[in-house]
Protein backbone atom coordinates (compact mmCIF):
# COMPACT_ATOMS: atom_id res chain seq x y z
CA UNK A 1 0.00 0.00 0.00
CA UNK A 2 3.02 2.28 0.94
CA UNK A 3 4.54 1.25 -2.30
CA UNK A 4 1.53 2.18 -4.22
CA UNK A 5 1.31 5.58 -2.31
CA UNK A 6 4.53 6.45 -3.29
CA UNK A 7 4.33 4.88 -6.97
CA UNK A 8 1.06 7.66 -7.30
CA UNK A 9 3.60 10.23 -6.00
CA UNK A 10 6.19 9.59 -8.01
CA UNK A 11 4.03 10.03 -10.90
CA UNK A 12 2.14 13.34 -10.34
CA UNK A 13 5.47 14.85 -9.41
CA UNK A 14 6.79 13.98 -12.95
CA UNK A 15 3.29 15.57 -14.18
CA UNK A 16 4.10 19.11 -15.49
CA UNK A 17 1.47 21.94 -13.66
CA UNK A 18 -0.69 23.70 -16.62
CA UNK A 19 1.59 26.24 -17.91
CA UNK A 20 0.48 30.09 -17.56
CA UNK A 21 -1.13 31.95 -20.37
CA UNK A 22 1.88 33.90 -22.45
CA UNK A 23 0.58 37.33 -23.52
CA UNK A 24 3.07 37.95 -25.54
CA UNK A 25 2.45 35.22 -27.72
CA UNK A 26 -0.77 37.09 -29.01
CA UNK A 27 0.72 40.14 -29.40
CA UNK A 28 3.32 38.33 -31.38
CA UNK A 29 0.35 36.92 -33.47
CA UNK A 30 -0.88 40.09 -34.40
CA UNK A 31 2.22 40.82 -35.54
CA UNK A 32 2.29 38.68 -37.75
CA UNK A 33 -1.20 39.02 -38.84
CA UNK A 34 -0.16 42.66 -39.49
CA UNK A 35 3.33 41.83 -41.64
CA UNK A 36 1.02 39.50 -43.53
CA UNK A 37 2.73 36.51 -41.87
CA UNK A 38 -0.38 34.23 -41.67
CA UNK A 39 0.58 30.44 -41.28
CA UNK A 40 3.27 32.28 -38.36
CA UNK A 41 0.22 33.90 -37.56
CA UNK A 42 -1.90 30.55 -36.96
CA UNK A 43 0.85 28.48 -34.95
CA UNK A 44 1.22 31.13 -32.50
CA UNK A 45 -2.71 31.42 -32.29
CA UNK A 46 -2.93 27.40 -31.82
CA UNK A 47 0.03 27.97 -28.91
CA UNK A 48 -1.64 30.36 -27.52
CA UNK A 49 -4.89 27.94 -27.27
CA UNK A 50 -2.97 25.31 -26.06
CA UNK A 51 -1.92 27.04 -23.26
CA UNK A 52 -4.93 27.91 -22.09
CA UNK A 53 -6.16 31.44 -24.29
CA UNK A 54 -10.00 31.67 -24.74
CA UNK A 55 -12.37 34.47 -25.17
CA UNK A 56 -12.32 37.84 -27.17
CA UNK A 57 -8.57 37.97 -27.71
CA UNK A 58 -8.16 34.75 -29.52
CA UNK A 59 -11.54 35.11 -31.24
CA UNK A 60 -10.53 38.86 -32.57
CA UNK A 61 -7.28 37.17 -33.70
CA UNK A 62 -8.29 34.49 -35.55
CA UNK A 63 -11.10 36.89 -37.05
CA UNK A 64 -7.90 39.17 -38.16
CA UNK A 65 -6.32 36.06 -39.90
CA UNK A 66 -9.89 35.18 -41.92
CA UNK A 67 -9.83 39.17 -42.82
CA UNK A 68 -6.51 39.38 -44.32
CA UNK A 69 -7.05 35.53 -46.15
CA UNK A 70 -10.22 37.12 -47.55
CA UNK A 71 -12.23 34.92 -46.49
CA UNK A 72 -15.17 37.84 -45.42
CA UNK A 73 -17.82 35.58 -45.10
CA UNK A 74 -16.29 33.95 -41.55
CA UNK A 75 -14.30 37.57 -40.92
CA UNK A 76 -18.36 39.39 -40.64
CA UNK A 77 -19.44 36.72 -38.56
CA UNK A 78 -16.90 36.55 -35.93
CA UNK A 79 -16.73 40.48 -35.60
CA UNK A 80 -20.37 40.77 -35.41
CA UNK A 81 -20.15 38.55 -32.41
CA UNK A 82 -17.22 40.60 -30.81
CA UNK A 83 -19.09 43.71 -31.44
CA UNK A 84 -22.10 42.92 -29.25
CA UNK A 85 -19.67 41.61 -26.87
CA UNK A 86 -18.84 43.46 -23.53
CA UNK A 87 -15.11 42.98 -25.15
CA UNK A 88 -16.14 45.25 -28.32
CA UNK A 89 -13.15 46.99 -29.96
CA UNK A 90 -13.14 49.87 -32.66
CA UNK A 91 -11.60 47.72 -34.52
CA UNK A 92 -14.33 44.41 -34.83
CA UNK A 93 -16.80 47.16 -35.87
CA UNK A 94 -14.31 49.14 -38.69
CA UNK A 95 -13.27 45.42 -40.54
CA UNK A 96 -17.07 43.87 -39.60
CA UNK A 97 -18.29 46.33 -41.87
CA UNK A 98 -15.66 46.19 -44.77
CA UNK A 99 -16.37 42.50 -44.34
CA UNK A 100 -20.24 42.60 -44.72
CA UNK A 101 -19.78 45.33 -47.65
CA UNK A 102 -17.29 42.67 -49.29
CA UNK A 103 -20.35 40.09 -49.54
CA UNK A 104 -22.66 42.17 -50.20
CA UNK A 105 -24.56 42.23 -46.77
CA UNK A 106 -25.20 45.98 -47.02
CA UNK A 107 -27.89 46.14 -44.16
CA UNK A 108 -25.70 44.02 -42.01
CA UNK A 109 -22.32 46.35 -42.78
CA UNK A 110 -24.49 49.57 -41.55
CA UNK A 111 -24.64 49.48 -37.96
CA UNK A 112 -20.97 48.20 -37.97
CA UNK A 113 -20.10 50.66 -40.06
CA UNK A 114 -21.65 53.63 -37.60
CA UNK A 115 -20.13 52.02 -34.73
CA UNK A 116 -16.86 52.24 -36.31
CA UNK A 117 -17.11 56.14 -37.04
CA UNK A 118 -18.63 56.36 -33.45
CA UNK A 119 -14.84 55.59 -31.94
CA UNK A 120 -12.92 58.60 -31.42
CA UNK A 121 -9.96 56.94 -32.74
CA UNK A 122 -11.95 56.10 -36.05
CA UNK A 123 -9.35 55.37 -39.23
CA UNK A 124 -10.12 56.47 -42.94
CA UNK A 125 -11.33 52.72 -44.08
CA UNK A 126 -14.33 53.24 -41.09
CA UNK A 127 -15.49 56.47 -42.93
CA UNK A 128 -14.81 55.64 -46.47
CA UNK A 129 -17.21 52.25 -45.80
CA UNK A 130 -19.54 54.40 -44.14
CA UNK A 131 -19.54 56.42 -47.60
CA UNK A 132 -19.60 53.29 -49.53
CA UNK A 133 -23.01 52.58 -47.73
CA UNK A 134 -24.35 56.23 -47.97
CA UNK A 135 -23.47 55.77 -52.06
CA UNK A 136 -25.75 52.36 -51.82
CA UNK A 137 -28.77 54.17 -49.96
CA UNK A 138 -28.08 57.20 -52.37
CA UNK A 139 -27.73 59.25 -49.51
CA UNK A 140 -25.13 61.95 -50.83
CA UNK A 141 -24.82 64.44 -48.16
CA UNK A 142 -24.12 61.41 -45.99
CA UNK A 143 -21.47 60.16 -48.85
CA UNK A 144 -19.92 63.73 -49.37
CA UNK A 145 -19.15 63.72 -45.01
CA UNK A 146 -17.94 60.57 -45.13
CA UNK A 147 -15.33 60.60 -48.10
CA UNK A 148 -14.08 64.24 -46.38
CA UNK A 149 -13.60 62.71 -43.35
CA UNK A 150 -11.32 59.71 -45.28
CA UNK A 151 -9.95 62.06 -47.04
CA UNK A 152 -9.14 64.29 -44.30
CA UNK A 153 -7.41 61.42 -42.83
CA UNK A 154 -5.30 59.99 -45.44
CA UNK A 155 -5.43 63.05 -48.17
CA UNK A 156 -3.31 60.62 -50.52
CA UNK A 157 -5.02 57.13 -50.55
CA UNK A 158 -6.02 56.91 -53.69
CA UNK A 159 -9.59 54.84 -52.72
CA UNK A 160 -10.74 57.05 -51.19
CA UNK A 161 -10.79 60.01 -54.18
CA UNK A 162 -11.86 56.98 -56.09
CA UNK A 163 -14.98 56.41 -54.13
CA UNK A 164 -15.32 60.13 -54.32
CA UNK A 165 -15.95 60.24 -58.37
CA UNK A 166 -17.49 56.85 -58.50
CA UNK A 167 -19.98 58.85 -56.10
CA UNK A 168 -20.21 61.48 -58.38
CA UNK A 169 -20.52 59.00 -61.28
CA UNK A 170 -23.49 57.11 -59.70
CA UNK A 171 -25.31 60.54 -59.59
CA UNK A 172 -24.90 61.42 -62.88
CA UNK A 173 -22.04 64.05 -62.30
CA UNK A 174 -20.08 62.45 -65.20
CA UNK A 175 -17.94 66.03 -65.71
CA UNK A 176 -17.25 66.34 -61.59
CA UNK A 177 -16.18 62.65 -61.44
CA UNK A 178 -13.60 63.30 -63.73
CA UNK A 179 -10.79 65.41 -61.81
CA UNK A 180 -11.56 62.65 -58.92
CA UNK A 181 -10.52 59.55 -61.10
CA UNK A 182 -7.77 62.25 -62.43
CA UNK A 183 -6.07 62.60 -58.90
CA UNK A 184 -6.50 58.90 -57.72
CA UNK A 185 -4.72 57.79 -60.99
CA UNK A 186 -2.02 60.31 -60.50
CA UNK A 187 -1.36 58.47 -56.74
CA UNK A 188 -2.02 54.94 -57.94
CA UNK A 189 -1.41 54.29 -61.70
CA UNK A 190 -1.43 51.27 -61.43
CA UNK A 191 -5.17 50.58 -60.27
CA UNK A 192 -6.63 49.04 -63.02
CA UNK A 193 -9.98 49.69 -61.56
CA UNK A 194 -9.45 53.52 -61.35
CA UNK A 195 -8.20 53.53 -64.78
CA UNK A 196 -11.16 52.23 -66.27
CA UNK A 197 -13.45 54.08 -63.99
CA UNK A 198 -11.49 57.12 -65.51
CA UNK A 199 -11.88 55.98 -69.22
CA UNK A 200 -15.49 54.99 -68.49
CA UNK A 201 -16.41 59.04 -67.07
CA UNK A 202 -14.64 60.20 -70.02
CA UNK A 203 -16.09 58.43 -72.46
CA UNK A 204 -19.97 59.20 -71.45
CA UNK A 205 -18.41 63.07 -72.14
CA UNK A 206 -16.24 62.83 -75.23
CA UNK A 207 -17.77 63.48 -78.80
CA UNK A 208 -16.24 60.24 -80.20
CA UNK A 209 -16.42 56.33 -79.30
CA UNK A 210 -12.80 56.10 -78.09
CA UNK A 211 -9.94 55.26 -80.20
CA UNK A 212 -7.88 51.58 -80.51
CA UNK A 213 -4.83 51.73 -78.21
CA UNK A 214 -1.80 50.39 -80.00
CA UNK A 215 -1.18 46.53 -79.69
CA UNK A 216 -4.89 46.15 -77.85
CA UNK A 217 -6.49 42.80 -77.62
CA UNK A 218 -9.39 42.77 -79.40
CA UNK A 219 -11.09 41.52 -76.19
CA UNK A 220 -9.99 44.55 -74.41
CA UNK A 221 -10.87 47.03 -77.07
CA UNK A 222 -14.07 44.99 -77.53
CA UNK A 223 -14.84 45.62 -73.29
CA UNK A 224 -13.64 49.40 -73.45
CA UNK A 225 -15.98 49.85 -76.52
CA UNK A 226 -18.87 48.26 -74.27
CA UNK A 227 -18.27 50.15 -71.68
CA UNK A 228 -18.45 53.44 -73.27
CA UNK A 229 -21.72 52.07 -74.77
CA UNK A 230 -22.83 51.61 -71.25
CA UNK A 231 -21.85 55.53 -70.48
CA UNK A 232 -23.70 56.76 -73.77
CA UNK A 233 -26.96 54.98 -72.46
CA UNK A 234 -26.65 56.12 -68.89
CA UNK A 235 -26.20 60.05 -70.68
CA UNK A 236 -29.62 59.03 -72.53
CA UNK A 237 -27.43 59.13 -75.91
CA UNK A 238 -29.05 56.05 -77.49
CA UNK A 239 -27.46 56.55 -81.07
CA UNK A 240 -23.71 56.49 -79.98
CA UNK A 241 -24.66 53.68 -77.41
CA UNK A 242 -25.89 51.77 -80.21
CA UNK A 243 -22.47 52.50 -82.34
CA UNK A 244 -20.09 51.52 -79.11
CA UNK A 245 -22.13 48.29 -78.67
CA UNK A 246 -22.16 47.38 -82.36
CA UNK A 247 -18.31 48.33 -82.51
CA UNK A 248 -17.96 46.47 -79.28
CA UNK A 249 -19.08 43.21 -81.50
CA UNK A 250 -17.32 44.03 -84.47
CA UNK A 251 -14.35 43.90 -82.49
CA UNK A 252 -14.08 41.10 -81.07
CA UNK A 253 -13.59 37.73 -83.05
CA UNK A 254 -15.88 36.10 -80.64
CA UNK A 255 -19.61 36.90 -79.97
CA UNK A 256 -18.83 39.16 -76.81
CA UNK A 257 -22.25 38.46 -74.61
CA UNK A 258 -21.94 41.57 -72.63
CA UNK A 259 -22.49 43.88 -75.81
CA UNK A 260 -24.76 41.63 -77.33
CA UNK A 261 -26.91 41.93 -74.34
CA UNK A 262 -27.00 45.40 -73.74
CA UNK A 263 -27.44 46.50 -77.33
CA UNK A 264 -30.55 43.85 -77.29
CA UNK A 265 -31.48 45.53 -74.27
CA UNK A 266 -31.05 48.89 -75.93
CA UNK A 267 -33.58 47.97 -79.01
CA UNK A 268 -35.62 46.71 -76.52
CA UNK A 269 -36.22 50.17 -74.29
Not at 18 to 25: E, F, G, L, N
Not at 162 to 169: A, C, I, R
Not at 187 to 214: C, F, H, M, T, Y
Request: include cysteine; proline fraction near 4%.
Amino acid sequence: MILGLLAAASVAAQTPATQPIDRSVLQDASHAIEAGRLKEAKLLIARAISQGARGAPVERLTADVAFASRKYVEAWSAYQRLAQSPDKQPSDCEKGAIAALEIGRTADAKPLAECAVASTGASWRAWNARGVLADFEQDWAMADESYARAHQLAPNEARIINNQGWSKLLRGDWADAVPFFELAATLDSGSRRIVNNLELAKAALAADLPQRRAGESDRAWSVRLNDAGVAAELLGDRKRAAAAFTQALDASPVWYDRASNNLKQLSQN
